[in-house]
């Protein structure tokens, strides 16, 4: 128990949020040590889900991973494809096409509009508002019809390849995108009216869940939950890759720390996105999708690789031990909602449970990723 | 051997005032799901009937066909005795209400006072189940039902007793009867017994979403945080019997609040006045309340206790003061 809870050791009980619980978003446990509705301490127990991604990556050839990337954090599925192919790419010295990466760059940002969408929904229904949830679908099915005519799926996409894309844009695809961006620069502002201007959410946000940069550096948050608590960390702007170093865009920064400023980091980010996939449409190149010497059986140098993406819940970092032959003998997954979690225990501490709920929304969890 | 025809008169008022409850509850949850789905954009139920029409009945005959888990552990006399004791005073709660000038099962002078003593029976049954469940989420439901209800009958009960003030009598008809000719004649527009009287309706549609637990109050039911709160360890029709008790209450509180405010069953231009003008204000102050559970978010459980106790309470007491001063000057 830690000091704050054997100050208050009057009469607590014990409440179990999850496995199955409608504010857990899947199969994560938190233990919670309550003083009536006063949250004493917070546990999460993880593990319901977990699949061992990381031995399964020691017992298959490098390209048979590839799904299970996608599969970690189903809601943006190509960063994390994204991640795993540039590591496996810089290990066998494997040079990708322009226009392959700017393709990269869009669908990613594509579907960091859609994740940011759907967390937007989801989480204006921990705060019971329903309706919302289904205007955002209704915007994050524009981006799927689309990614599904180009990568031929809708949630785990597995579109990149050692050295490229599977599969070049079709001609519908840029005005599609385009139109896409128009319609969602008319729907933000209703979004904004119906949802962040509204004084219930804006009571329930405002000044609550504060997340601390301490806090941020001492559990290891990244993305969001870290620009919420005003540190301007974007592995997109700070450790570049891809293509990311010819656009313009910013990081939008709310140094208050409390759920509505991670809230807003949200909201911006679908904007900067928006800004980002406009600019690559611009600047596309014309010529090959895929490396023209990409090996068909793959076996990287002995080294020890590691590389960083910015997902849309933060960091992924994926380290990758090569020891020559045509499997990884080592695979680590960093994922950025383990992290991102952790802090909740510390953070909610003294909190009523509304709040800490709201708390937890505002971390955007997956738990799948969580787990691995 | 004859029957007295005033217990004739009252059986049929019983069967009827039962079958409206039953029928508005079931058909109320259409209407709901009806609204909810073109607020966002979608259908709603279509399947079952047309336009749907028969879903309240397949849901009913799903939900009675249900097993009745009593689970172990729970308190079997509290548990059993929860749903009836929601349910009995909300039907109770019709028996006093004037549908038109003739349409009223006993027009008793106190029938004003006899509609919230029902209505504030709801609380104590939803307390039982709640209790009795031995369910955690249930019992922080419990603790929350309980204040919530008493912080909303407080403000709920000062306006009332205002317009009590305004019209000299607790009897429903009379009440609707002095408003009678035009909607100038409502109290809602009444500024000569207090300039505040538009802002005593808000009031008391405030507080009787907050007392029928209906979103953006519905900390009873908090499904993100509590599961489903007091009615998460009722199964089957003991579920149904809570669903149908909610809507029986919010039908009351839409009729109170036509009945006090907005002149019963009076026509606002003066023609034809009837039990149709009732149900047709009637119907738009619950479409008004589904429309306000679909589109905001829910407070949280102390933000409603401060609304209550540092605003609602304050200008109710005001609204009190005003009126008494007015019908002392005037």
């Known amino acids: ?372 | 051997m004859s029957v007295h025809p005033e217990v004739i008169r009252l059986l049929i008022f019983l069967v009827g005032i039962i079958a409206f409850a039953a029928l508005n509850a079931a058909y109320l949850v259409w209407l709901e799901r009806k609204e909810a789905g073109h607020i966002q954009r979608r259908i709603g139920p279509k399947e079952v009937g047309p336009f749907g029409l028969l879903q309240p009945l397949a849901d009913g005959i799903k939900l009675m066909t249900k097993q009745l888990i009593v689970p172990a552990g729970v308190d079997p006399v509290l548990f059993r005795i929860a749903p009836i004791l929601v349910m009995i005073p909300a039907i109770m709660g019709f028996v006093t209400i004037p549908f038109s000038e003739t349409l009223v099962a006993r027009n008793l002078d106190i029938g004003l006072l006899a509609v919230f003593a029902f209505a504030s029976v709801n609380v104590l049954g939803l307390l039982m189940g709640a209790w009795g469940s031995r369910n955690k989420y249930a019992v922080i439901s419990a603790a929350r039902v309980v204040s919530q209800n008493v912080a909303y009958e407080i403000p709920m009960l000062v306006t009332v007793v205002s317009l009590v003030m305004v019209s000299h009598t607790m009897n429903l008809t009379k009440i609707v009867g002095q408003q009678l000719g035009g909607f100038w004649h409502w109290n809602i527009f009444n500024f000569a017994a207090s300039p505040l009287m538009p802002v005593a309706f808000l009031i008391f549609f405030v507080c009787m979403l907050a007392e029928t637990n209906r979103a953006p109050f519905d900390m009873a039911e908090a499904e993100s945080e509590l599961i489903a709160g007091a009615f998460t360890e009722y199964p089957g029709m003991g579920f149904g019997v809570f669903f149908m008790a909610e809507y029986a209450n919010i039908v009351i509180g839409c009729s109170m609040a036509t009945i006090l405010f907005l002149g019963g069953w009076d026509c606002p231009f003066g023609l034809y006045p009837g039990v149709h003008w009732f149900l047709l204000k009637m119907y738009f102050l619950i479409f008004t309340v589904i429309w306000i559970r679909w589109t905001y978010p829910r407070t949280t459980f102390y933000g409603l206790l401060n609304l209550s106790w540092k605003i609602l309470i304050p200008i109710s007491f005001v609204n009190l003061l005003l009126t008494s001063a007015m019908l002392k000057v005037f």
């Open chain 1, 1 to 372: 128990m830690s000091a704050f809870a054997q100050t208050q050791l009057k009469e607590t009980f014990v409440i179990n949020l999850g496995p199955q619980h409608p504010a857990t978003h899947g199969v994560l446990r938190v233990k919670l040590v309550m003083d009536g509705e006063y949250i004493v301490e917070a546990e999460p127990v993880l593990g319901y889900i977990h699949r061992m991604h990381e031995k399964m990556g020691e017992n298959r050839t490098w390209a048979q991973f590839m799904p299970n990337t996608g599969r970690m954090d189903y809601l943006h599925a190509l960063a994390y494809n994204h991640g795993y192919v540039t590591v496996v790419e810089r290990a066998a010295g494997i040079e990708v096409p322009e226009r392959a990466e700017y393709i990269r760059v869009i669908t990613a940002e594509l579907n960091r509009i859609s994740s940011h969408l759907l967390w937007f929904g989801a989480f204006v229904l921990d705060l019971g508002g329903f309706t919302p949830l289904l205007y955002a679908f209704d915007d994050r099915e524009q981006i799927l019809d689309l990614l599904e005519s180009v990568t031929g799926s809708r949630l785990t996409y597995s579109y990149f390849r050692f050295g490229g894309v599977y599969n070049d844009i079709d001609e519908n695809f840029v005005p599609g995108a385009l139109a896409f961006i128009k319609r969602l620069r008319e729907r933000l502002p209703m979004y904004h009216a119906l949802v962040t201007k509204n004084v219930i959410l804006r009571t329930r946000l405002e000044d609550i869940g504060f997340i601390t940069p301490e806090m941020c550096r001492k559990y290891g948050a990244t993305g969001p939950v870290a620009r919420g608590s005003g540190i301007n960390f974007d592995v997109r702007k700070h450790e570049p890759y891809s293509v990311y170093p010819e656009f313009n865009f910013d990081i939008p920064v709310y140094p208050k720390g409390d759920s509505m400023a991670r809230y807003m980091v949200r909201m911006d980010e679908i904007e900067q996105s928006m800004r980002i996939v406009e600019q690559a449409i611009a600047k596309l190149p014309d010529g090959p999708v895929m490396a023209p010497k990409a090996p068909k059986i793959l076996k990287p140098a002995k080294g020890d690789y590691y590389h960083a993406v910015e997902t849309a819940r933060g960091s992924f970092g994926i380290r990758v031990v090569s020891d020559g032959t045509n499997t990884p003998y080592r695979l680590k997954l960093r994922s950025p909602t383990f992290s991102n979690l952790s802090l909740f225990g510390e953070a909610c501490q003294g909190m009523l449970l509304p709040d800490a709920l709201a708390l937890m929304g505002s971390l955007d969890l997956v738990i799948p990723e969580i787990d691995r």
